[in-house]
C-alpha cells in the first residue's frame, strides 16, 4: 500500500479551502444584479385559499415583484413530483397528489409557500412578504399517522388520505408459521420524525440569461443532474440543454438535498420573469418547515420463535407517514428500502409486510440518512433482543443460533445477501466492548445510583444504490448507475468527470487515491469534477452509500479503458506488439526487453499522434464509463453501546461504544471512520433527544434548535470502531460503502441499552431523560409515603 | 442609513448599514467575508461565531452597529499573509476534523476561544463541555474534539506554520 494509495489515510485535498473559509457555497455566490426571494408562507396546516393582496406589498421600496400561484399556473410551470411508483396490494398505483411550487387556492401544511417576493435586498423582502395580505378558510387538519385515515381528506385523488396500501412476502406461510411457534414477541414501535438540519440550509440561485435565453441554477443539490432532468423534463422549465445546474460546495445533505423542492422553481422562474438572478436561502425555520422530514412510522410487529429460539417468521404492519405531498423519492423508502431489510442477519423462513402510505398535513417525509433501513433494522433488532430477554436466552446467542452462515443468502424479502460474515463482527465486537467485564461495571455502577445497560445492533443494510433494472422492476422512474470520464491530459495529469457529488464525504481526495494508484501516477496529478452539468455530461449523484461501490466502480471501467488505449499507444511509440506491452507504476514495458515509455511520454504522444502509422487510432486519451451495478451491496455489522442511567433523573449517558463494521473494501480508513462517527452521532440524536412535534392543529411545536434538540458534543462519547471484511463480490472494487450504516445500527443499540439498563421495555424514542424516568416510575411505581 | 467604521482582520473598514444589520451580514455581504456561515435563527448552532475584540461571539446575535470601533478577526484572518495556516487550522486537517466544512470556520474560532480561557492542555470532557454553542452534523464531533486538543497543544509549541495547500 502506498502513502497515497488504496487503503491509505490520506488528508483529505479539500480541507484547505474549509479551514481557511474559502469554500464556495451556493449562499457565497453573487451574480450581477443579484435580487433575493422572500416566500410568503401558509401559517395554517390545511386551509382554502380565498384571495391574495400583493398591492401593498408591490408598493414598498426595493420590490421588483409579487409572484403568487395564480401566476405560476399561468405560465404553464409544472408540478414535483414523485418518480418511483408503488402500487397497493389490490394492484391500483400509488394516489399522487398535484404539487405545485406555489399553492394553487389550497395550502395543506404550515410553511407551504403561496407566494414570493422579489426584491434588492433581503430586508425589503421581508418587510414587504409581511404585506402581502392572504385570506384563509381555516380547515381541519390532521398530522398523526395513526389518525390520517380518518381525518379530514386532504386531497381529491386521496380518500381517507391514503396513498398506497403496499406489501411484501408470503401473509399464508407467515401465518402457519406464527399459529405454529412456541414463542411470540410482539411490539409496538414508533420510529420517530426527524429533521435533518444539515448545517447548510438550502438554498437556490438561478439566473435567466437575456442573450442565450440559456437559464443556470447553483442549488444545494445531492444530484444536479436529476434536479436538471426534473426541472426540465417535468415541471417544463427549460429544454435540458438550456438549463445548467451547478451543485457547488455543499454543507451536508443526509438525504434532505436529494428532492427537487418549490424554492429552486420558483427561482429559476422568477428570474426568466423579471431578467435578473434570483437568490433564496432558507432560514433556519423555514428548513424545519420545509425540508423533507424523516422516518415518521408507526409499527406493529411480530416475531415467531421455536422452543430453541429459532426464528420461524417476522411479520409488521406499518402506517408511514408521508406528509402533505409525495416528495421525490417519498413511495421508495417504507417500501422497497424497508420491508426488504426485515430479515435482518437472520435465515428467518416467512416474513410478510404490510405498509400504508398516509397523507397528512405535515411536511413532505422522504429519504434521511439510512433511509428505510434504520426503521427496519429498528423493528428487528429490537424484536430479537426482548425476544432474547423474554425467552431467558443471551441476546448474543439468540442472535448466534440465528445468523446466515452461507452465502449467496436468498432472503424472503427480494433481498440476495452476496457475501458476509457476522459470526465474525460479533465475536470482534463482543472483545473490543468487554462485554465480559460488564458485569462488574455493572455493579459498581450500582453502588453509585446509576443502572448499566447493554444493546446490541447486529444490523445489515441494502446500499450501493443501485441495478437499474431491479429498481426499474420495483416501480423506480429512473435509472441508478454511475458515470465516470476520464481525461488524461497532455502533460500527464488526470481529471476524472464523476457523475456522483461530494457534500462532505472526501470524494476529492479518496477517488484521486484510487486513480494515482491504478495508473501509477502522483496523487496530487489527479483532480475531481463533479456538480456541474456543464462539464459531468449526466450523472445520479450521491445517497444511498453508492459513491464507492457504483461511482468508484464507473472510474475503474474508465480506467480499464485508459490503460487499453494508452498501451496502444505505446506500443506504437516502441513500435512493439500491442499484446507485448505491460503497463505497471506508470510505466509502459516492451514485455522481456528494457524498452520502457513514462506515463508522461505516452500521454504526450496520444495528442501529438504523429507516431500513430495510419488511421487506426485516434489521438486523444479520454474514455467513458457508465456502469450499472449488477446487486445492491450489504454492509452489516455488530454495534454494542453501552450506557449508565442516573435514577434520579433518568439522564442517559453512553459510557461506551463499540462498532465493528464491513464494509468490504475500504479506500481511505479515516474518512470511512469519519462517516461511521456522523451516522452513530445521528441515529444516538434520533435515540436519545430528536423529535419533530407537530401539535393537534398541525403547528410544528419544535420549529427550531431552541426546541428541536440536536446532538451536541457533550452528548456523544468517543467511538471504538474497528472492521472485519468481506468484499463485495458485486463490483470491481469489492466495495460496500459506509456512508449510513452508523444511523443505520445507532438507535437500536441506544434502546437496547437502555431498556436492559431499566428492566422495562415500555419507552418510545427519543428516550429523553423525562421519558426515561416516566418509564422508570411506570415499572416501579413508589408507595405513598 | 447609518454608517459603520471597524477593523476586520487588521483593515479598516467602512459601510453604511440598516440599524437591523447583523454583523455576519455585514461580514458577509458588505465585505464579501462568506468564511462565516449562517446555520441557524436562534444562535444555537454556531457557525457565525467570529472574535470581537479577542473574544468569541456569535455574530448572528450582534447588529454591525454593536461593533463600532472593534478589531474583528473571521476565519479569513487566521493564515499568515504569505499563507502558513493557523496550527489550529492545521490540525483539523490532520485529523479529519471537518467533512462538509459547513460548520467548520465557527468551530475553529470557538477552538481558539477555549484555547484562550482554558489553555493549551485540554482533555476531552473539557472540550466536550466547550463545544456546547458550536453544533456539527456530520462528524460526530470524535475528530473535532482530537484536532481541538492537538492545536491547542501545537498552539503551546509556537507550532511552526505549515505550507498553505499541501
Not at chain 1, 429498528?378 to 431467558?392: H, K, P, S, T
Request: proline share 5%; net charge negative; glycine share 10%.
Amino acid at each position: 500500500m502506498s502513502a497515497t494509495g488504496i487503503g491509505a489515510a490520506v488528508r483529505r485535498k479539500e480541507d484547505f479551502r474549509f479551514i481557511t473559509g474559502k469554500g464556495q457555497y451556493t449562499d457565497d455566490v453573487v451574480r450581477p444584479g443579484e435580487t433575493r426571494a422572500v416566500f410568503v408562507r401558509s401559517p395554517h396546516a390545511h386551509a382554502k385559499i380565498k384571495s391574495i393582496d400583493v398591492a401593498a406589498a408591490k408598493a414598498l421600496p426595493g420590490v421588483v415583484a409579487v409572484l403568487t400561484g395564480a401566476d405560476l399556473a399561468t405560465d404553464k410551470i409544472g408540478n414535483l413530483i414523485c418518480g418511483w411508483m408503488i402500487h397497493s396490494k389490490d394492484g391500483t398505483p400509488m394516489k399522487m397528489a398535484p404539487h405545485p411550487a406555489l399553492a394553487a387556492g389550497k395550502v395543506n401544511c404550515v410553511g407551504d409557500a403561496v407566494a414570493v417576493v422579489i426584491a434588492e435586498t433581503i430586508a425589503q423582502g421581508r418587510d414587504a412578504a409581511e404585506k402581502v395580505a392572504v385570506d384563509y378558510e381555516v380547515l381541519p387538519s390532521v398530522s398523526d399517522p395513526a389518525k390520517a385515515k380518518s381525518g379530514p381528506q386532504i386531497h381529491e385523488i386521496a380518500p381517507k388520505n391514503t396513498i398506497y396500501e403496499w406489501h411484501l412476502g408470503d401473509p399464508k406461510a407467515t401465518a402457519a408459521a406464527f399459529a405454529a411457534a412456541k414463542h411470540v414477541t410482539k411490539l409496538d414501535i414508533i420510529n420517530n420524525r426527524l429533521v435533518p438540519n444539515a448545517i447548510e440550509p438550502r438554498a437556490a440561485l438561478a439566473e435567466y440569461d437575456t442573450g442565450t435565453d440559456n437559464l443556470t441554477l447553483w442549488n444545494t443539490s445531492q444530484n444536479p443532474h436529476v434536479a436538471r432532468l426534473v426541472i426540465s423534463a417535468f415541471i417544463g422549465m427549460a429544454p435540458e440543454h438550456k438549463l445548467r445546474v451547478i451543485a457547488p460546495d455543499v454543507g451536508g445533505g443526509f438525504g434532505s438535498k436529494i428532492f427537487i423542492y418549490p424554492e429552486e422553481v420558483v427561482c429559476l422562474w422568477a428570474s426568466r420573469k423579471v431578467q435578473r438572478p434570483v437568490k433564496w436561502t432558507a432560514d433556519r425555520s423555514e428548513s424545519f418547515l420545509t425540508d423533507a422530514h424523516g422516518r415518521d412510522h408507526v409499527t406493529h410487529a411480530e416475531l415467531a420463535l421455536d422452543a430453541n429460539g429459532k426464528i420461524l417468521a417476522l411479520r409488521a404492519k406499518t402506517i408511514a407517514n408521508l406528509g402533505a405531498y409525495m416528495s421525490t423519492f417519498s413511495s421508495s423508502v417504507p417500501t422497497y428500502l424497508y420491508g426488504t431489510l426485515l430479515s435482518g442477519q437472520y435465515d428467518i423462513p416467512s416474513i410478510y409486510c404490510e405498509v400504508d402510505a398516509v397523507y397528512t398535513n405535515t411536511a413532505p417525509v422522504d429519504a434521511y440518512r439510512g433511509a428505510g433501513r434504520p426503521e427496519a433494522t429498528f423493528v428487528v433488532e429490537r424484536l430479537v433482543e426482548v425476544a432474547a430477554r423474554q425467552m431467558g436466552i443471551e441476546p448474543a446467542e439468540l442472535r448466534r443460533r440465528n445468523f446466515i452462515k452461507t452465502f449467496p443468502h436468498q432472503t424472503p424479502v427480494i433481498m440476495s445477501y452476496d457475501a458476509g460474515d457476522y459470526h465474525a463482527s460479533l465475536k470482534k465486537a463482543l472483545e473490543l466492548a468487554d462485554v465480559k467485564g460488564f458485569g462488574k461495571r455493572k455493579r459498581e455502577a450500582a453502588r453509585h445510583g446509576k443502572l448499566r445497560g447493554l444493546g446490541y445492533s447486529t444490523y445489515i443494510e441494502a446500499c450501493g444504490i443501485a441495478p437499474s433494472q431491479a429498481v426499474g422492476s420495483l416501480g423506480c422512474g429512473v435509472g441508478l448507475w454511475e458515470s465516470a470520464e476520464v481525461r488524461v491530459n497532455p502533460t500527464g495529469s488526470v481529471e476524472v468527470l464523476t457523475g456522483t457529488h461530494a457534500h462532505g464525504q472526501g470524494h476529492e481526495t479518496t477517488f484521486a487515491q484510487l486513480v494515482s494508484e491504478r495508473l501509477g501516477i502522483p496523487f496530487e496529478n489527479v483532480s475531481i469534477v463533479h456538480g456541474d452539468t456543464d462539464k459531468v455530461q449526466f450523472g445520479m449523484g450521491t445517497y444511498g452509500s453508492r459513491s464507492g461501490a457504483v461511482g468508484m466502480s464507473a472510474i475503474v471501467k474508465a480506467l480499464d479503458k485508459i490503460e487499453a488505449k494508452a498501451k496502444k499507444v505505446a506500443a506504437h511509440m516502441l513500435e512493439a506488439a500491442e499484446g507485448d506491452i505491460e503497463f505497471k507504476d506508470g510505466k509502459f514495458t516492451v514485455a522481456g526487453t528494457d524498452k520502457s515509455a513514462a506515463w508522461g511520454d505516452v500521454s504526450l504522444n496520444a495528442y501529438v499522434a504523429h507516431k500513430f502509422a495510419g488511421q487506426e487510432l485516434e489521438p486523444g486519451l479520454k474514455e467513458t464509463s457508465f456502469y450499472d451495478p449488477t446487486n445492491f451491496t450489504f454492509p452489516a455489522g455488530c454495534h454494542i453501546c453501552e450506557v449508565e442511567v442516573d435514577i434520579d433523573t433518568g439522564k442517559t449517558e453512553i459510557v461506551n461504544w463499540t462498532a465493528i463494521d464491513d464494509f468490504g473494501t475500504i479506500i481511505n480508513p479515516m474518512i470511512v471512520e469519519g462517516q461511521v462517527h456522523g451516522g452513530i452521532a445521528q441515529g444516538v440524536g434520533q435515540a436519545l433527544m430528536e423529535g419533530a412535534v407537530y401539535d393537534k392543529n398541525g403547528q410544528l411545536v419544535t420549529g427550531s434548535m431552541m426546541d428541536y434538540t440536536m446532538p451536541r458534543a457533550h452528548d456523544l462519547p468517543s467511538f471504538h470502531v474497528g472492521l472485519t471484511e468481506t468484499k463485495s463480490p458485486s463490483n470491481p472494487l469489492g466495495i460496500k460503502g459506509c456512508g449510513e450504516a452508523g444511523a443505520i445500527a445507532a438507535p437500536a443499540a441506544v434502546i437496547n441499552a437502555i431498556t436492559d439498563a431499566i428492566g422495562t421495555e415500555d419507552i418510545a424514542m427519543p428516550a429523553t431523560a423525562n421519558a426515561v424516568w416516566s418509564a422508570l416510575q411506570r415499572a416501579n411505581p413508589r408507595q405513598a409515603a | 442609513m447609518p454608517a459603520v467604521s471597524m477593523t476586520v482582520n487588521g483593515k479598516a473598514v467602512t459601510g453604511d448599514v440598516e440599524a437591523r444589520t447583523l454583523l455576519v451580514q455585514f461580514l458577509r455581504e458588505h465585505l464579501r467575508l462568506t468564511g462565516t456561515h449562517v446555520g441557524c435563527d436562534t444562535s444555537q448552532c454556531g457557525a457565525c461565531v467570529v472574535h470581537v475584540d479577542g473574544i468569541a461571539a456569535k455574530s448572528c446575535t450582534l447588529l454591525a452597529l454593536q461593533c463600532e470601533g472593534a478589531k474583528i478577526t473571521t476565519i479569513e484572518g487566521l493564515a499568515e499573509p504569505g499563507g502558513a495556516l493557523h496550527p489550529m487550522q492545521e490540525a483539523f486537517r490532520e485529523h479529519h476534523g471537518l467533512q462538509c466544512g459547513y460548520c467548520t470556520p465557527g468551530m475553529i474560532m470557538a477552538a481558539l476561544d477555549i484555547v484562550r480561557r482554558r489553555g493549551n492542555d485540554l482533555d476531552e470532557h473539557t472540550i466536550r463541555e466547550q463545544l456546547d454553542g458550536n453544533i456539527c452534523r456530520c462528524t460526530g464531533y470524535h475528530n473535532i474534539v482530537k484536532a481541538i486538543a492537538a492545536g491547542a497543544k501545537n498552539m503551546a509549541k509556537g507550532g511552526a506554520p505549515r505550507r498553505a495547500a499541501e
